[in-house]
Structures are given as C-alpha cells and as structure tokens.
C-alpha cells in the first residue's frame, strides 16, 4: 500500500514537472523537455558536490566558494531578476552516485545548471546524464583535456593552460631533464603522455617515470630513484595524502629545491597546511589563481571568503573556478536573456567575468574558458606567490590541435 | 651496491613501519583473537595525540618524545572503553565483533573530522631528525631510523613484559588454557582489559611514528589496518615474534619488487606471495601449541 502511495506520489510530481514546461527546446528532439519552472521569483540552480567520503575534504571548499557566489548574486539583485535557490546533493565520492544525483537535479528538482563534480570519473559519470536530459553542468577543476561536451562548461584549465605552460616555464629555466611522479590513475598518465611529447619535441630528458597506487604511503623508493636518476626538475602529479608523504621522504633524504625543483600540478593552498610547510617551501606549483593574486577583485573575494567562513581558510584555483562558473552562467543566462539550455549555449561565446585571477572568457566552440596560467613557489607564510606568468589569457585548446607535437595524442 | 644496502634499509625501515603498526594487532587479535577494525583508527588517534602536543608544547623536539607515552595512555584507554563497553559482550562471535569494530572505526573518523577537520594537519619534525645521516657513502633518513629504533624497542619491550612480568604471565596463561588459568585464580577478565589496553596503546605509539612519515588525517588508519592484519596473519597468530619477522618480510620483498618494477605491481606482487605463502601454511610462520581444549 505504501509502495502504491509511494509511485502515486513521484507520477504526481513528474506530471507536474511536465506541467511547467515552458520552454521546450527545438534542436534536441531526443532529449525530454526541460521542466524548469522560470514563472516564479526564484531559479532553482544544483550543486553537487562529495560532501562525504575521500573526495569530501576538497570537494567542501568549492561547495563553500559557490555558496559564496550564489549569496553574492542573490544580493546583487539575482540572474535575470530571480533569486537563486540553490538544491545542493552529496556526489558521496562516488561517480555513481553524481549521475544518479546529477538526474535527480535534472528530472525531480528542474534546476537550471549543476555546478560541481571534482574527479575526472565523476565527470566521466555525469557526461551522459547532461548529454541525454541536454541540461547544463559547470566543472571547476583543472583536468586531463580532450574532452569537449556542449553540455559541460568547463572553467578549471585543461592541458595547455596549465601543464604547457609549466613545462616552458622549466624549459626557460633551462631545465634538461625531468623526472615524473604522478598517481597510477587517468589525470596523471595522461598529463604524462602530454610532457613525454613536448619533451620529446623540445630536447628534454625524462629520466624515469614512477606512478604510486592511490593513498600509497611509502615513498622511500620512489624518492631514492628519483635522487639517483638526478633530473633537473620533478614534475608531480600525485593527488591527495600521498603527496604528504612524497614531500617528507623528499625532505628527509636532503633534498632541497635548490638542487632538484619539484612542480605540482594538484597542490594549492588548502593542500600546503596538510603536507607540512616546512617540508614543501620553494617548491613549484602550475595554477592559473592564487590568493596572493593583488588586484583590488581578488582581495574583495578573498576578504569575503573570510568573512564568511574565518579567518584562518585559505582560497585556491578549484575553489576560485567554482566561485567564476557561477558568475559566468549569470552572464550567459543574461546574455541570452533566457535560463533555456539551447540559448545560453548560444550565448555563451564571449561571455567575459572580471574573475579573481584576472578576467575570463568563455569560448562558445569547447566550452572551456581562456585563462592566464601562473607558476607559483610556496612560501614561508603557505601561501602560493606568482613566480612567472603567461602574462595574458591562453585560448583553451583542449585537444592540443594548435602543437604540432601533440598531433599523436588525441587519437 | 648502492642499490642493495639502499634498498635493504628501505625494506627495514618499510617492515619496522609494519611492525609498529601490527604488534598491538598481534596482541590483541593473534592473542585474544579480537578483530578490531579500529585499531586503525587508534593509530590515528595516536597521530592527533602528537598534533595536539605539538600544539600545547610548542617545541618539536620535546613534543615529540612526550607524545609518546600520551599517545599509548590515549590510545590504551580507547581500547578499554571498547572491551569494557562492547567487545566484552561479544567474545567468541567474531563475525559480529568485526561489524561492531567496523562501526567504531566510521565513528572514530567522523569524529575526527568533526573535532580536527577533514583537512590534514601537520606535525613538524623535530630539528635533531632532519635530514640524513651519512654512514660511509650512504645516507639515511634521520626519520626512518628513528621508527626503526623505536619498533625494535617497542618490540623488545613488549617480549620482556610477556617473559619476565606477572602480567605478562598471566597473559600468556589466560591465552593458552582460559579454563584452567581461571581455577589458578588470575582474574580473566582483568587480564583482557589489561591486554587490550597495552595492544591499543601500541598502535597510539605507532600513530606518533607515522608522523613523521605521511599525511596526518582522519582516515590515516585505513591506510594501515589491512597490511597490519596480513602482517599478524602471515607471522602466525598468538606468537609475538611471528609478527616481527613477517613485518621485515613483508617489507623487505615490497621495497625490492618496487624498485625492479613499480609500486602498483610491488603491491599486487607482495599480495599475491602472501595469498600463495598462505595456501602452503595456512597457520602462519609460527604456530602456538597450547594444551586449550577449544
């Protein structure tokens, strides 16, 4: 009986979803109408994030820099009029379960956008989700590239805003030989295919290559290898608590970054605390935002952060990427004059955001955003200070079609 | 040459790791045969013990050696309010003790999330372990001598108290013929708290090493309660020294097939020798003859 209440229950509100409709989309005759209510004062909009699990400890932080920016928006007068209201769900570090939540968001709650993910799995997870109901998701974390849906936009850097840049940025130091460390998993063995090409076309030497299980915590001799192979550089992309114990062994047998740099791609501010400053000083970081950003747009939302959160949270580059897709589908949704799917992606080329790492713009053919890369050495304080910089936007070339050197890697 | 004294070292210095990790476990699991899925997670409480130390104190140096025996009181009185409140219901229903432990453990880490935040922290290491030592050509991390030190005398300490103390005899008493050290008067009862007390305390001991080595965060323990569990498996159950031996073992193979291979498959390797190593000697290096009747 309650099992029959139950279905009554859900065919009431999915017939009443259908009810609302009332901007059904033209070109994605295969997709189901969207059933976003626009009629009201408010816009429902979807974060979804790992509030639980492993993923939970990073994917926190963006939750709080896009409750941030919704709060922000909402007393700035809210997208086209509306306030937002925002239905947050438990992604529980699980890809599985940010498709399953990522369709709820979709089909029971008609949100406008999602906002969110972390992993490349969970993004993996939630493509075909976006695909098939053609809604909307913002990812705010930097990643492997080639990949480019008209449903996701993506506002963390791919390859060439982030990983190239470090590589000529240790090319001009005049570094000629490298060692790569990274986590046996997608991001890392694809970031390294990518530094394999360039430093084959570029007369750099890898001198070895040494992936860790995830949560590996014994780097004694992975650190030994890497000292007696005596690179000009380590590029790491170990993810999460293993780098801790990277940087303690690497500590520990004496090396310093005088002698051997080691530049990370998945460590910023938050990460620094954990890992030990002691232990990571005058180590090379490749982000495209810091917190020690000076313009007078960065230390508003630093200051705004803190206020809202304490004093003692840091800010970094996911966190600032979460906090801009939010600002840059207001823009879109404005742009286009309409919260539908098929005219935001219209309008979404162009669309610029005076963002905290400097001013941002979306490009409406990949979906990804130009972005100005910045290599940034830790400091005694833990924070991240710019150390060199592109000096102005890089257009997103998810696919590294512009490198002549990368032709083999897409396929 | 390099390679070999450096690599041996590694593999000491992986199995002493081990072995700090898993001489509580071989107390309380091969000795009482307990399951106590949180013994990692008293690992990590051994680990904030030294943080909050740390943070009390100030100086590293100090903080560090006086967190030791904190950490072995905090971590000993976690392991006897869980005797005392759930493990003593349930002796002899191993099933249900390694659910409840289970349950414990998810406990204990949310609470550390709550209480220290799911970031990890830092404990910096004292000035006097920085750095390597140089010995003939060869340098060795200050730090993982220190653990290495620290699991032998943790190891010999443990022996002594079970040879040479009344009870440590005890212990060895109620293990062997439970029935029979019952009708010499020891009190059974006393002597499991006690037992589970010093295991527990172990593992806080073992959380103040590790320190110095990784990531000091909630779900510290899980990194380290499967290999502790294969090291009391593999050593045999009920002997103290089995775990010793099977803990070098185990770490000497780990850090000579990741050196000719990589980590991924040293681990899957170092796996897959215990599982065979098992099927031959399902009762472990060392097997303890006791005259008990079960």
């Known amino acids: 009986m309650i099992g029959a209440a139950a279905l009554l229950t859900v065919g009431l509100v999915l017939s009443a979803c259908g009810a609302r409709v009332d901007s059904a989309d033209p070109s994605g005759a295969a997709a189901a109408p969207s059933c976003v209510d626009t009629s009201g004062s408010e816009i429902k909009i979807g974060f979804l994030n790992s509030r639980s699990g492993t993923m939970a400890i990073s994917e926190n932080t963006v939750f709080d820099s896009l409750s941030l920016a919704a709060e922000q928006i909402n007393a700035a007068g809210g997208v086209l009029g509306k306030q937002l209201q925002v239905v947050a769900e438990d992604g529980a570090s699980e890809p599985t379960i940010f498709a399953e939540k990522a369709q709820k968001l979709i089909r029971s709650d008609c949100v406008a956008a999602v906002f969110g993910g972390w992993t490349s799995s969970s993004r993996k997870a939630m493509l075909p989700v976006f695909e098939s109901n053609n809604a909307l998701l913002f990812y705010p974390v930097q990643y492997e590239g080639l990949e480019a849906s008209k449903n996701?936009?993506?506002?963390?850097?791919?390859?060439?805003?982030?990983?190239?840049?470090?590589?000529?940025?240790?090319?001009?130091?005049?570094?000629?030989?490298?060692?790569?460390?990274?986590?046996?998993?997608?991001?890392?063995?694809?970031?390294?295919?990518?530094?394999?090409?360039?430093?084959?076309?570029?007369?750099?030497?890898?001198?070895?290559?040494?992936?860790?299980?995830?949560?590996?915590?014994?780097?004694?001799?992975?650190?030994?290898?890497?000292?007696?192979?005596?690179?000009?550089?380590?590029?790491?992309?170990?993810?999460?608590?293993?780098?801790?114990?990277?940087?303690?062994?690497?500590?520990?047998?004496?090396?310093?970054?005088?002698?051997?740099?080691?530049?990370?791609?998945?460590?910023?501010?938050?990460?620094?605390?954990?890992?030990?400053?002691?232990?990571?000083?005058?180590?090379?970081?490749?982000?495209?935002?810091?917190?020690?950003?000076?313009?007078?747009?960065?230390?508003?939302?630093?200051?705004?952060?803190?206020?809202?959160y304490g004093e003692n949270r840091v800010t970094s580059d996911p966190m600032e990427a979460a906090y801009t897709s939010l600002w840059l589908w207001k823009g879109m949704v404005e742009k286009a004059g309409s919260f539908d799917v098929a005219a935001v992606q219209a309008a979404a080329d162009g669309v610029t955001f005076d963002a905290p790492e400097g001013t941002v713009t979306v490009n409406g053919e990949n979906h990804h955003i130009a972005k100005t890369a910045l290599i940034g050495r830790i400091g005694a304080d833990g924070l991240i200070h710019t150390e060199w910089s592109s000096g102005e936007p890089i257009e997103p070339d998810p696919y590294l079609t512009t490198y002549p050197w990368a032709s083999g890697l897409a396929s | 040459m390099d390679v070999v004294v450096t690599q041996v070292f590694n593999g000491l210095s992986g199995g002493s790791i081990l072995l700090l990790a898993a001489l509580g476990l071989a107390l309380t699991f091969g000795q009482m045969g307990v399951i106590n899925m949180a013994h990692g997670e008293f690992i990590m409480a051994g680990a904030y013990t030294a943080y909050v130390t740390q943070n009390v104190l100030g100086s590293a140096g100090l903080s560090l050696v006086v967190s030791l025996p904190i950490a072995f009181a905090i971590g000993g009185a976690l392991g006897v309010v869980l005797e005392a409140a759930l493990l003593r219901r349930m002796y002899h229903r191993p099933l249900d003790t390694l659910l409840v432990t289970w349950g414990v453990s998810l406990v204990l880490q949310q609470l550390a999330r709550d209480v220290f935040g799911t970031a990890g922290v830092d404990v910096p290491a004292p000035e006097w372990l920085g750095g390597p030592v140089?010995?003939?050509?060869?340098?060795?991390?200050?730090?993982?001598?220190?653990?290495?030190?620290?699991?032998?005398?943790?190891?010999?300490?443990?022996?002594?108290?079970?040879?040479?103390?009344?009870?440590?005899?005890?212990?060895?008493?109620?293990?062997?013929?439970?029935?029979?050290?019952?009708?010499?008067?020891?009190?059974?009862?006393?002597?499991?708290?006690?037992?589970?007390?010093?295991?527990?305390?172990?593992?806080?001991?073992?959380?103040?090493?590790?320190?110095?080595?990784?990531?000091?965060?909630?779900?510290?323990?899980?990194?380290?309660?499967?290999?502790?569990?294969?090291?009391?498996?593999?050593?045999?159950?009920?002997?103290?020294?089995?775990?010793?031996?099977?803990?070098?073992?185990?770490?000497?193979?780990?850090?000579?097939?990741?050196?000719?291979?990589?980590?991924?498959?040293?681990?899957?390797?170092?796996?897959?020798?215990?599982?065979?190593?098992?099927?031959?000697?399902?009762?472990?290096?060392?097997?303890?003859?006791?005259?008990?009747?079960?």
């Open chain 2, 134 to 294: 140089e010995v003939l050509g060869f340098s060795f991390p200050r730090t993982r001598l220190f653990i290495l030190l620290l699991a032998i005398a943790a190891f010999l300490a443990l022996a002594a108290a079970l040879r040479y103390t009344a009870l440590g005899r005890r212990i060895r008493a109620t293990v062997q013929n439970r029935p029979l050290a019952e009708t010499s008067g020891i009190s059974t009862r006393a002597t499991d708290r006690l037992t589970f007390f010093i295991g527990s305390g172990l593992a806080g001991v073992a959380g103040v090493a590790l320190t110095l080595m990784g990531s000091i965060s909630p779900n510290l323990g899980t990194a380290y309660i499967v290999d502790a569990f294969l090291v009391v498996v593999v050593g045999g159950i009920g002997q103290i020294r089995g775990a010793v031996i099977a803990a070098f073992l185990l770490g000497v193979a780990q850090s000579w097939i990741e050196y000719s291979t990589t980590a991924s498959i040293a681990k899957v390797l170092v796996f897959a020798l215990i599982v065979a190593f098992l099927q031959v000697r399902p009762q472990g290096i060392f097997t303890v003859r006791t005259r008990s009747l079960a």
């Open chain 1, 152 to 308: 996701i936009f993506y506002t963390g850097a791919t390859t060439n805003q982030q990983i190239i840049p470090a590589l000529d940025y240790l090319k001009e130091q005049g570094v000629t030989s490298l060692f790569l460390v990274g986590s046996d998993y997608v991001f890392p063995q694809t970031a390294n295919k990518i530094i394999k090409a360039y430093a084959a076309a570029n007369g750099i030497e890898i001198r070895g290559e040494e992936y860790a299980p995830l949560g590996h915590t014994d780097f004694a001799t992975i650190v030994a290898k890497v000292r007696d192979a005596g690179a000009g550089a380590v590029f790491n992309t170990l993810n999460g608590d293993s780098n801790v114990a990277f940087f303690k062994e690497y500590r520990n047998l004496g090396l310093t970054p005088e002698q051997m740099p080691v530049i990370s791609v998945s460590i910023a501010e938050e990460e620094v605390g954990g890992i030990g400053v002691d232990n990571i000083e005058g180590q090379l970081v490749a982000w495209n935002y810091y917190q020690t950003i000076d313009t007078p747009t960065n230390q508003r939302f630093v200051e705004a952060f803190k206020a809202k």
